[in-house]
Structures are given as structure tokens and as C-alpha cells.
């Protein structure tokens, strides 16, 4: 029995390999290590490779892509309706090769090495985002210790810090200011990370082709173009805008049964964090309302007047998702009119 798909479930040290002939009977499942991976999946040319998205799963894409494959990357979401009996490596490569054959199921492509190069500055970016947050915070509560308190506001715990801590009439004691010194200079290192990592993501963006074609659209600049070009991929991935706008959650979200249809607030699935990034893009549309007028703020206008600055961000944003898969389905410029 020839096989037609190998389905791999990815790990660290071993793959556990499950290959199935046409109909979709198992040939072999067996664990490989991953230094005899490349010289087994040889044995087998021109069979198409499934596996579950992972940190893994688009450099080994990318290695089957060059020896001829043709590699198909699934949510994980969208295999594990189909593990049958207890968890374990068997089983959830046999999964893998039973939602690969899906007629409905949709695939990805693994990103290259440019997708990936902005996508780890975007969350090397978050991540040091957040201990900054954490950071503030922490410092903010700190000083209510001492009966200190700060305005709401990073910038203003920033100006006030320095002069809090040269302040001989409150309660802070020794220890306590030499402490706060500290989280003053890894605040100020953490602010000098943040601001290289920004003149990364800049420097990518200008130098990318598809970042660049996506920064003509009023609202997104360097910051949300490169993090759609890491996520997106490529563009044939969705049927059209609206798909797209969808697997970033920025459609409704359904529950209707017999006859009788219910239709709420956004599914806010797929990626949260490109999600987020063209709403903030729409809310900077929406302050500059007033005085623009091209086709797409006229728009905006209508929508705000119709249903509210909270709603209509949301519209604009899934407006904005839909323009950007054009521009990068079509790779041409857009123009919103005068």
C-alpha cells in the first residue's frame, strides 16, 4: 500500500510519524528522532506532509518545501476533535493525518524566514512591553506603601519619580530610595529595548515590499503593517477580505437555532494581538475624522453617526482587515478617492 499523506506530530527530541494510503488506513506510525528525521521522510517522495501549528512547525515546513513537499499546517483547534481514545503521540499523529484529509479543512503555509524575522520583534516588543507594565505597577503600589501617591498615567510616574525620590520630606527611608533607584535605571533600560526594538520593526517595514504597500492605508503604519505581513502569510490562504477579516475575529458571532437567527458581538478569534492593532488603527482614523475627506472617512463618518465611536471602530477595523488582503491578494496600490 502506497502511502499518500504522513501526518508528524511534532515535539523536541523525537517526530511520531503516521503515514496513510489513499483510504486513509495507517501504513506506519512510528516515533523517529529528530536526527534521522530528514534521511525517513526521504523514503517517501512526493507525499503531501500535514502537522499542527507550533514553534517547530514553519522551520520544518520550510526544510519539506525545499526537498519538493507540499506541507500543509493545521490549528491545533481544528485536530483535536479528531484524537480518538487516550493522549499520546500514536494517537495524535493519526489525528493529524484524520484532519488533514477533511475535504473543508483550511491550511496554512509556513512562514519564511522575513515573516519570521518580524514576528519575533513583535514579540520580543510585547514581552518587554509587558514587564515595563509590570514594572510601573509594581512601583506605583510600592510607594503607596510609603504613603506616596502618583496620578494616574506612565508618563506622569515617570517625571514624578526622580524628583519623589530626592524628596527629604516624605517617608521614604534609606533602603527604600536606593530601592526605587533600581527600578528607576531597569525602567529607563527597558524604555532604551522598547525604543531599539521600535526602530527594528521601522526598519523592516521600510525595507519589506508588502509592509510598505500596506502603510498607504490611512491609520496603519510601520508597527501594524509588519505584524499583519508575519501573520497573514500568504494571501491565496483566505477565499477573500471577509475570510480574512474573519479568522481575525472581526465578524459576528452566531447562535441560532431552528429557524430562528442570533447574531451578537464579534467571535474575537484568531490572532488578538493583529486584532487589537487595527482597531487602535481605526480609533486614530476616528480622531482625525472631522477635517478628512476621501472616500473611506467619509464612510467612517456615516458609521459613526449610524451606530457610535465604540461600534464603528470594530466596522472600520474588519473595513481595514478586507483592504489589506486585497492590496496584498492583488499587489496593487489602493486609492480611496478624494
Known sequence: MSVELIAIDLAKNVYQLCGVNR???????????????????????????????????????????RMGYKVNIIPPKHVKPFVKGNKNDRNDAFAIAEAARR????????????????????????????????LV???????????????????????????ILEDAENELSIIARQ??????????????????????IKRQA??????????????????????????MGASHNYKNGRHYASCLGLVPKEYSSGGKQKVGGITKRGNKYVRRLLVQCAWSIIRRIESATDNLSLWVKKVIERRGKQIASVAIANKLARIVW?????????NYGN
Open 103 to 134: 475535504p473543508n479543512m483550511h491550511f496554512v503555509q509556513p512562514r519564511s524566514i522575513e515573516q519570521t524575522d518580524m514576528s519575533i520583534a513583535h514579540k520580543i516588543r510585547e514581552r518587554r512591553i509587558a514587564e515595563r507594565t509590570a
Open 23 to 65: 483510504a486513509g488506513k495507517p501504513v506506519f506510525n512510528k516515533q523517529v528522532s529528530r536526527t534521522k528525521f530528514i534521511q525517513t521522510i526521504a523514503q517517501y517522495p512526493g507525499v503531501t506532509v500535514a502537522m499542527e501549528a507550533c514553534c517547530n512547525s514553519n522551520y520544518i515546513g520550510r526544510v519539506l518545501l
Open 206 to 231: 521600510h525595507t519589506d515590499e508588502k509592509a510598505t504597500r500596506l502603510m498607504q492605508i490611512k491609520g496603519i503604519a510601520e508597527l501594524t503593517s509588519t505584524a499583519i505581513v508575519s501573520h
Open 326 to 334: 486585497a492590496m496584498s491578494h492583488y499587489k496593487q496600490d489602493f
Open 179 to 200: 530601592q526605587f533607584q533600581l527600578l528607576l535605571e531597569e525602567w529607563q533600560a527597558l524604555d532604551i529595548l522598547i525604543s531599539e526594538q521600535d526602530a527594528l
Open 137 to 163: 505597577n509594581q512601583v506605583r503600589g510600592l510607594l503607596m506603601e510609603y504613603g506616596v501617591t502618583v496620578p494616574l498615567g506612565i508618563h506622569k510616574l515617570r517625571a514624578d519619580l526622580p524628583f
